[in-house]
């Protein structure tokens, strides 16, 4: 059944049922358990990103489970925007199946419970003409993803370790950068022994 804005993907199939769901529900928050009913699977994860390549806004809200469509307007993405599952795969597999930040690996679950989710992140991002390819790429946790975008954002570990995310103007990072090349120590490194020292 077409959802009742008229949204649609050339996928059809199981796509065009996330679509509808979201699209009949839009601006509220769809949780994984409603997606995983109206598909009967449970890889609607990227099935979602595909959905988000075709340039549908859907927003991801870690701490409700779930989704939400934030826009009816169908947005032109590049094909470059898109990290298929060749290319996913081969950025976990190099690290290790973890999350770059705050450690968490595939399999393991967060304090409060919930399961560890990994997500292929652009590490320069398509805004700032950051590639989709391996080198641009880090594992991240789904958590630590969202929380790239706020300042506060920090994710602890139950080994009392954690990870906060930072932001650092162009000029400040370049130095790291080139103190890292000097020494031969990485900029997740450096940062992390100037913090300890002070």
Same mark, same amino acid.
């Given at each position: 059944m077409a959802n009742n804005k008229g949204l649609t993907t050339p996928k059809n199939g199981v796509w065009q049922?996330? *679509?509808?769901?979201?699209?009949?529900?839009?601006?509220?928050?769809?949780?994984n358990q409603q997606l995983a009913d109206a598909t009967?699977?449970?890889?609607?994860?990227?099935? *979602?990103r595909e959905l988000r390549a075709e340039g549908w806004q859907i927003q991801?809200?870690?701490?409700? @489970?779930?989704?939400?469509?934030? +826009?009816l307007e169908q947005l032109e993405h590049s094909a470059d925007e898109y990290v298929?599952?060749?290319?996913?795969?081969? %950025?976990f597999e190099r690290d290790n199946?973890?999350?770059q930040m705050c450690g968490? +690996?595939?399999?393991?679950?967060f304090l409060d419970g919930e399961p560890v989710r990994l997500e292929a992140d652009h590490i320069i991002p398509l805004a700032q003409e950051g590639k989709t390819v391996t080198d641009n790429l880090q594992t991240l946790c789904s958590r630590c993803n969202a929380g790239k975008k706020s300042v506060a954002a920090y994710s602890v570990k139950d080994d009392d370790t954690a990870s906060i995310v930072i932001r *650092?103007?162009?000029?400040?990072l370049q130095q790291l950068e080139k103190e890292?090349?000097?020494?031969? %120590? +990485?900029? @997740? @490194?450096?940062?992390?022994? @100037?913090?300890?020292?002070?």
């Open positions: 049922t996330m *679509l509808d769901l979201l699209a009949d529900n839009f601006g509220n928050i769809v949780v009967g699977q449970h890889n609607y994860a990227r099935r *979602l991801y809200l870690p701490k409700e @489970k779930g989704y939400r469509l934030i +826009s298929n599952l060749r290319l996913r795969n081969e %950025v199946y973890q999350c968490y +690996s595939r399999g393991e679950k *650092l103007n162009r000029t400040t890292a090349e000097d020494t031969g %120590v +990485s900029v @997740k @490194k450096l940062v992390a022994t @100037k913090l300890e020292r002070d």
